[in-house]
């Protein structure tokens, strides 16, 4: 229809500019308009006396506008106005035709792949239009770009979809060939993210417009996609890991879906869950064991429905480290009581805690158990950094703030800000405010401000409920329904005892509250971050209740001290960190390391000579020096590529001199074709963007009859300007005939023709 007004493309307009051929100015045209539509003002005054009442006024001024657009456009008609715009000098320019070669365009859709789609929407004339016009250069491209003399040898196997870089390889040859345009034919699945504004640019530069051709649906009808796992990297043996599980669907609300999470095909949990609304992002959380040492390939899942479009997209890996080593910590309790004897045998049913406690008999008596050698603490509580930093965990029980010299306090403080260990505060008649932590150095960590009273201390029964965060927080999770993980806890015996903990900071968790009969709700398990590592209060010493009076068999006590003591070390870091952001790269080959090396009282070391020694599939081996970051002190940096897929291990060595400073092992792994599986809807907002921004024009795979005919108006390559006439237009001839029409159709019904 535009064309049949017009007579030209719309580009012609968009990109041409407007000419006057006559042989007058235009100052001459401008004149003359001002001049008609002032003479056709005065008659229409001096019309008005003999005017009717009824044509007076707005009116008049509205058949005087008529009659003068009439004659402003006879007027310019007599100065000739033409479009002056660039054109492609035939058979001296290149046209590049590009076509997507990735995995993304395997995808069948009504019974072909978009390839094939795509290939025969080019083969129905449009390859044989262009080439009578242009000399034509055919490429395929995938994670790189390469020339192929037929449409056919497009096979839709490469691994990535990098449409900025290989665009930019394309214009980059426009220095030595008149490239006069580009043809993209894609889904526009990119796997970097987009098109970087660097690659535009170079094509703005070149002036060489981009017309893009989409293929394949915008969006599924029947599809799930994991969008993104996030789990720890790393775990202690037969710890309880989180996968938190963020997915969309299309076509299934309300349905059932399987959620699995798999380690060498050997099945670590299963969970059924319901699918929620169309296209927005659901999460789920889903618990498994995190079994031996060693790393472990999850794979984690949703099953694949009926009717599904895309099942690739169901499943992505992460690695997790589950670490071979025993947390150290250590408990101080000032007096024998039942939950110190309970916890000891929970820690000792666990392969991977040690547990080292002070108890205190005495004034100036203590029994130690768990040391690793007969003068260790055999002066008591350590007052030195290196004896108490080695350690990852601490417990104070019911022993008083004043106990502790100055600067075992201060080492207290530091342990969990600079050290990033774990600091467990408990109940007792001497603990938390009853023993004057409130007011100590250590208030500031503590994650609840304490009651400014004594009698905090009750020795009255309480029953515990989980709050929504207990629910849904490892510490507490004793079954791996959140709902009947709430019920098994409202079902355990009451407590011996409880504290009275005062109000939770801001940025405290409350995971547990106590229940006495007496006192309404109170906090009973509160943990916080503080500096690199946490706090927590459990304001009880009557919790071995849950082992006294339930069957021998129920391990509720022991899971609740096992885990509530992993998550107090599992975080606390050693010397040296190792850490890359992408453990899993998926079909990309750059590996950024990172690492942060601290000296013996655990502040940063900026002298350090750290490298990365690295092992990967086929025998690759290679060793990297990491640079200090300017910006970070005590962080180093460092990129590997990773040129093969598989897993790769990095371990991370610091030095000061000739003396260690520690060690640590990262692991990452690089899976090839595995990008491609995701976001495979036709990225339609790319496509349009992309030949927006660069002059060209976006088509759909159906609708491809004019790209020929409007591919020949660009600036790039040879280029001649054209001068297409308007004057002969349709829509002149229509709009004369509406102008003088409309001023006859008004005057009738004004009641004046």
């Known amino acids: ?169 394309v214009a980059a040859e426009s220095a030595t060939l008149p490239i006069g345009a580009i043809v993209l034919a894609s889904d526009g699945a990119d796997n970097t993210g987009g098109v970087d504004l660097e690659t535009v640019s170079l094509l703005r530069r070149h002036r060489i417009p981009v017309h893009t051709i989409g293929v394949g649906r915008e969006k599924f009808q029947k599809d799930i996609e994991i969008t993104d796992v996030q789990v720890a990297p790393r775990a202690l043996a037969d710890s309880r890991l989180s996968a938190q599980v963020t997915l969309k669907h299309r076509g299934y609300s309300q349905a059932k879906a399987r959620l699995t999470v798999k380690s060498d095909s050997a099945v670590l949990a299963s969970q059924e869950i319901t699918l929620k609304a169309e296209g927005a992002l659901q999460s789920e959380s889903v618990v498994f064991n995190a079994g031996t040492a060693g790393v472990k390939n999850l794979q984690v899942a949703a099953e694949p429905l009926t009717g599904e479009e895309n099942p690739n997209n169901n499943s992505v890996v992460r690695l997790v480290n589950v670490e071979n080593r025993k947390p150290r910590i250590l408990y101080i309790e000032g007096e024998p009581k039942w ?28 029994y130690r158990q768990g040391i690793s050698n007969p003068a260790e603490m055999e002066q008591g509580f350590p007052s030195k950094v290196d004896d108490l930093f080695a350690f990852q965990g601490i417990i104070i029980g019911g022993v008083e703030a004043g106990y502790f010299t100055a600067t075992q306090m201060e080492l207290l403080k530091q342990f969990v800000d600079r050290r990033g260990g774990g600091m467990l505060f408990l109940a007792g008649r001497g603990g938390l405010q009853e023993g004057g932590w409130g007011k100590s150095a250590m208030a500031d960590v503590m994650p609840v401000v304490l009651a400014d009273r004594k009698g905090t201390f009750h020795r009255d029964p309480a029953y515990v409920e989980l ?14 329904s959140p709902e009947k993980n709430a019920e098994r806890w409202k079902k355990l015996p009451y407590l011996a005892d409880y504290q009275e903990t005062g109000t939770p900071k801001p940025g405290a968790i409350v995971l547990a509250d106590a229940l006495p009969s007496s006192k309404g709700r109170l906090p009973l398990l509160i943990t916080q971050h503080y500096g690199r590592g946490r706090v927590g209060v459990f304001a009880t010493q009557g919790s071995w209740r849950w082992q006294m009076l339930q069957p021998l068999a129920d391990k509720s006590h022991e899971m609740f001290w096992q885990q509530l003591l992993r998550w107090l070390v599992q975080d606390t870091p050693g010397r040296v960190i190792a850490s890359t952001p992408k453990p899993v790269l998926a079909d990309e080959t750059r590996v950024p390391m990172r690492a942060e090396i601290r000296d013996r009282n655990y502040l940063p070391m900026s002298d350090a000579k750290v490298s990365a020694n690295i092992l990967g599939p086929q025998g690759v081996a290679g060793q990297v020096e990491m640079r200090p970051d300017p910006l970070v002190p005590g962080t180093y940096l460092a990129d590997w590529r990773a040129d093969k897929p598989g897993a790769y291990v990095a371990e991370v060595l610091a030095k000061r001199g000739e003396e260690e400073a520690g060690r640590d092992v990262v692991n990452f792994r690089r899976e090839d074709g595995i990008a491609e599986n995701f976001g495979a809807e036709q990225n339609r907002e790319l ?52 102008l003088r029409a409309g001023e006859w159709l008004l005057r009738r019904r004004w009641g004046v023709v």
Do not use: H
């Open 467 to 480: 709050t929504q965060a207990g629910r849904e927080s490892l510490i507490c999770r004793l079954e791996e």
């Open 339 to 366: 939950e110190l004897k309970f916890i000891r045998r929970a820690v000792e049913e666990d392969r991977t805690l040690q547990l080292a406690t002070i108890l205190r008999t005495t004034q100036n008596k203590i």
């Open 687 to 738: 496509l349009e963007k992309l030949a927006a921004e660069t002059g060209g024009k976006y088509y759909r795979v159906s609708d491809l009859a004019k790209l020929p005919a409007e591919i020949s108006y660009s600036e790039a390559g040879i280029t001649i300007r054209e001068i297409k006439d308007l004057w002969n237009m349709p829509a002149v001839f229509f709009l004369i005939v509406l």
């Open 1 to 169: 229809m535009l064309e049949f007004l017009f007579k030209y493309p719309g580009t012609v307009f968009t990109k041409g500019n407007l000419v006057l051929l006559g042989a007058w100015p235009v100052w001459a045209l401008m004149a003359l308009i001002l001049a008609g539509a002032a003479l056709l003002a005065m008659a229409s005054w001096r019309m008005r006396a003999r005017a009717t009442s009824g044509m007076r006024g707005t009116r008049m001024v509205t058949l005087w506008l008529l009659q003068s657009s009439l004659l402003a456009l006879v007027l310019l008609l007599l100065w000739q106005p033409a479009i002056s715009v660039a054109t492609l000098k035939p058979q001296q320019n290149i046209v590049a035709v590009v076509l997507d070669d990735s995995r993304s365009m395997s995808l069948s859709e009504d019974g072909r792949t978009r390839k094939d789609q795509a290939i025969e929407a080019l083969n129905k004339g449009v390859i044989e239009q262009l080439g009578r016009k242009f000399q034509l250069r055919l490429y395929r491209f995938s994670s790189g770009l390469e020339r192929i003399e037929k449409l056919d040898q497009v096979t839709a196997q490469g691994n990535a979809t990098r449409i900025g870089e290989n665009l930019a390889q």
